[in-house]
């Protein structure tokens, strides 16, 4: 098995759903950490959500508050992201959040 740390960035230029990372289909990632970061003094709120194989749909942050210059991490422990599984973005105001996630991909 080999181990590859990456990283995963979005600037999330619109308000439509944006993919920041999808897991190989031979792989397993650890997904680290995810910072969020407003670059406007108005704040934004983003939702995260979890794609599976099968495509469905599971929120893992639902209208998450960000506060203007402001940068928070949504994780407090690893995320597991399976093979063929994907972690999407979406902003509810465009040109204000910028996205970066910390992995670590087995395969």
Known sequence: MANAYINAKADLTTTGITTLYTCGPF????????????????????????????????VLFDSKTIAGHATIELLTAPLVVQADEVLKVTAATANRLHVVASILEIS
């Open 27 to 58: 792989a397993t990632a650890v997904v680290k950490s995810i910072l969020v970061c407003d670059d406007s003094n108005n704040g934004d709120t983003l939702t995260l959500t979890i794609t599976d194989a099968s495509n469905a749909v599971f």
